[in-house]
């Protein structure tokens, strides 16, 4: 079973950077989940599934993989392409998009 070593992304409500660089492992399933007949619940009997471990950076959770035998796949994040604007450069006189009202 493979595990996946990546940092995750911060969803849309989040602004801060607190726990931004931490890097995470998780292991692939091994199985697909079913939808159980009476309840419609989705389950798995892949234990390995419900097991995350959290890292202050990839190295660490490199070598914990390599340390435990767990064969990995390193995922580079994607930095997001920010652009600093005021709320003053809506107001512009050479702004470049139309505002209308």
């Known amino acids: 079973m493979t595990a996946r070593i990546y940092r995750p992304a911060r969803n849309a409500m989040q602004s801060g950077l607190a726990k931004a660089e931490r890097w995470l492992l998780e292991y692939e399933p091994e199985q697909p989940r ?14 390995k599934s419900q097991v995350k471990l959290w890292f202050d950076n990839e190295a660490e959770a490199v ?8 064969p990995y796949r390193v995922e580079q994040p994607h930095n997001p392409k920010r652009r600093s604007m005021a709320y003053s450069d809506n107001f512009k006189f050479n702004r470049v998009g139309q505002w209308t009202h």
Do not use: V
Not at 34 to 47: K, R, Y
């Open 63 to 70: 070598a914990y993989a390599t340390r435990n035998g767990i």
């Open 34 to 47: 079913q939808i159980e007949p009476l309840m419609g619940w989705t389950s798995s009997g892949d234990m």
